[in-house]
């Protein structure tokens, strides 16, 4: 191959090289979170506005300002999240009172599907949607359920990448709800 | 009058003649949201809860591309099986006009470099002087 074409041909082919390698790598969860919770650190935790599930508005974590929230990832047609559900229940009913509270994000679900699971399982706690998991993203989430626990100044404290256990929430959400703002 | 007549008759022809929807034809154009695979082949918790929706927006007498418009409003853009039109998903978008700009201009160059070269191959170096008579003498003698 002449060198006049042999060049123009090398850099598109590094071009596709680089770009696949980009697609490849970029598709992984962020697991920044994950890194700097087991350095010890508290992780300001995202905010964006959602459609808030079974009402009309949006919400935001920044609405409970103050408090310690319980932010669950679910799906309506995620097992393990209809299995960990009563827990979160009883939870945001034992914790309310000592300001905190479960706020649940509906992801990739169908939203009336999604209301009849609240309705079947008695579940009051609030719910907003994030459609497209593209909150879920910005906290690294990489499956259902996940769990968060915030603290009072909006950080992040602790996760669960699984279902939650009564012995996890014991461990970690008891000393959050000690703390003062 | 008849003018709105008309109108509304040619509406209800076009309504009418628009194939109605069904699963096979839009499950190949969605994707599992969970699972990102064409909802046509997934299994997935998800996939059936898709299916679900699909078959109840046909029922309610849905077209195909009001059961996609509902979709997107439920899942979001990406259960489309369609790249997005912004970020990296541009690149599925450009990179294939790319490649084939690319082959024009490569197939450009060669149709140039063909028509620039000559048509019978060149000639060799003139024989020698006695190397000329000798061949024609050994072409004579093999004519005879």
């Avoid at chain 1, 499956?143 to 404290?157: A, C, K, M, S």
Wanted: hydrophobic fraction near 45%; include cysteine.
């Amino acid at each position: 191959m002449r060198p006049r074409v042999y060049w123009p041909v090398s850099l598109a082919a590094a071009a596709l090289v680089a770009l696949l390698t980009y697609g490849v790598t970029s598709t992984g969860p962020d697991t920044s979170i994950d890194e700097r919770l087991a350095d010890g650190e508290r992780v300001e935790a995202p905010v964006a506005d959602l459609p808030k599930l079974g009402s009309e508005g949006t919400g935001s974590l920044a609405d409970h300002e103050g408090k310690v929230v319980v932010l669950n990832i679910w799906a309506s047609w995620c097992p393990p999240c209809v299995e960990e559900m009563p827990l979160l229940q009883r939870t945001h009913e034992r914790i309310a009172s000592r300001g905190g509270i479960v706020l649940g994000i509906d992801t990739q679900d169908a939203s009336e599907d999604a209301l009849s699971f609240l309705r079947d399982y008695d579940i009051d706690f609030p719910s907003l949607r994030d459609r497209d998991r593209e909150y879920g993203r910005s906290l690294g989430v990489s499956g259902y359920p996940e769990t968060f626990l915030i603290d009072r100044e909006g950080r992040i404290v602790a996760l669960r990448r699984g279902p939650i256990t009564r012995a996890w929430l014991d461990e970690h959400l008891n000393p959050l709800l000690e703390e003062q703002a | 009058m008849r003018l709105l007549v008309a109108l509304v008759l040619v509406v209800g022809l076009t309504a009418a003649a628009e194939p109605r929807a069904t699963l096979p034809d839009i499950e190949d154009e969605v994707m599992c949201v969970e699972c990102r695979t064409a909802l046509n082949v997934s299994t997935a918790p998800v996939a059936d809860q898709e299916r679900a929706f699909i078959r109840a927006r046909i029922a309610e007498g849905m077209t195909k591309e009001q059961i996609k418009a509902a979709l997107v409003r439920e899942y979001g853009p990406d259960v489309l099986a369609e790249p997005g039109d912004d970020g990296f998903d541009l690149a599925a978008w450009l990179v294939p006009g790319a490649l084939v700009a690319l082959a024009a201009g490569g197939v450009v160059l060669l149709a140039r470099r063909w028509r620039s070269e000559p048509d019978a191959p060149a000639a060799g170096p003139d024989l020698d002087p006695d190397d000329a008579r000798r061949l024609d003498a050994e072409l004579t003698a093999f004519d005879r």
